[in-house]
């Protein structure tokens, strides 16, 4: 298993930049591959970005262009950089990670993944 810890939420200005930061607790390269999420009641959860099992990155529509996931091999960190910030950005963002059996997976569908952060709140008023 791996545990997950978000943090880096916050408010902000439409316009204003802000980045998460997901720790992992295990090998992000190759054991768990990753992906961010996030969530508005009421609303299904929305894939942001992730990693697929060629380590490609991907991106929801809303987002291409403003947003950049990374992360750091070392510290097994992940990281969402986010640009541009738009009202409709705010939500709850989570971390998620599926292991290497699903890395083929689609990194950006919820049910590819087993493991999730606690979430961190993200707020962008106009």
């Known amino acids: 298993q791996v545990q997950l810890v978000e943090s880096g939420g916050g408010s902000v200005h439409a316009g204003g930049s802000l980045r998460l930061s997901c720790a992992a607790s295990?090998?992000?390269?190759?054991?768990?591959?990753m992906g961010w999420f996030r969530q508005v009641p009421g609303k299904e959860r929305e894939g942001v970005a992730g990693?697929?099992?060629?380590?490609?990155?991907h991106y929801g529509e809303s987002v291409k262009g403003r947003f950049t996931i990374s992360r750091d091999k070392v510290k097994n960190i992940v990281y969402l950089q986010m640009n541009d910030l738009k009202p409709e950005d705010t939500a709850m963002y989570y971390c998620?990670?599926?292991?290497?059996?699903?890395?083929?997976?689609?990194?950006?569908?919820?049910?590819?993944?087993?493991?999730w952060g606690q979430g961190t709140q993200v707020t962008v008023s106009s």
């Open positions: 998620a990670a599926r292991p290497f059996s699903r890395r083929y997976f689609g990194s950006l569908l919820p049910d590819s993944y087993n493991f």
């Open positions: 295990a090998d992000i390269y190759s054991a768990y591959f």
């Open positions: 990693f697929d099992g060629a380590s490609f990155t």
